[in-house]
């Protein structure tokens, strides 16, 4: 009856030290579906990241352009132009000022964004040397409308510095 139980005993102590297999597979290349050149509009069995929007699949914005402007009277100016019926995607934003004033990011149409204005940043309170940013360049923060330009509105003759990254389509 007790030769059973040493050998449980013994078999219970090599499993404690057996190692545990590891099966490595080597990377495989990965086959690109794509039949068009980079910069070209994306081919229908293209591969892309997405992830869940409002709960649904949507793809992931990549900005690939950028502007800068500073405004330093109490105004409206353009920073991205409208390009027909194309929505301007605002991956990140940052804004300083040079004195105390007040800027946002606003889109419309017409010179300045003067028509049809809506206000897509709040109004960011700023003082000398401040800075408010936001986004990283991938995924947007703030998107206009179709057939809008993207502009900053000063409210002071104050410097407000600006650079955003954004793409359109």
Do not use: E, H
Request: aromatic fraction near 6%.
């Amino acid at each position: 009856m007790r030769a059973p139980y040493k050998i449980g005993i013994v078999w219970m102590a090599l499993a404690c030290w057996a190692q545990a297999q590891v099966f490595i597979s080597q990377p495989l290349p990965t086959k690109d579906q794509a039949s068009s050149s980079t910069g070209s509009a994306a081919p229908v069995t293209a591969l892309y990241a997405g992830g869940v929007a409002s709960g649904n699949l949507a793809g992931i914005v990549a900005c690939d352009s950028s502007a800068q402007l500073t405004v330093s009277t109490a105004t409206t100016t353009q920073i991205v132009a409208l390009s027909g019926t194309k929505s301007i995607y605002i991956c990140s934003l940052v804004v300083n000022g040079a004195g105390t004033t007040t800027g946002k990011l606003v889109s419309g149409t017409g010179t300045n964004c003067a028509t049809g204005q809506v206000n897509l940043t709040p109004a960011f309170n700023l003082v000398a040397g401040s800075t408010v940013s936001a986004g990283v360049g991938l995924g947007y923060v703030v998107k206009a409308a179709s057939g809008a330009a993207v502009c900053v509105t000063n409210s002071a003759a104050v410097a407000v510095n600006v650079l955003v990254s954004y793409t359109q389509f």
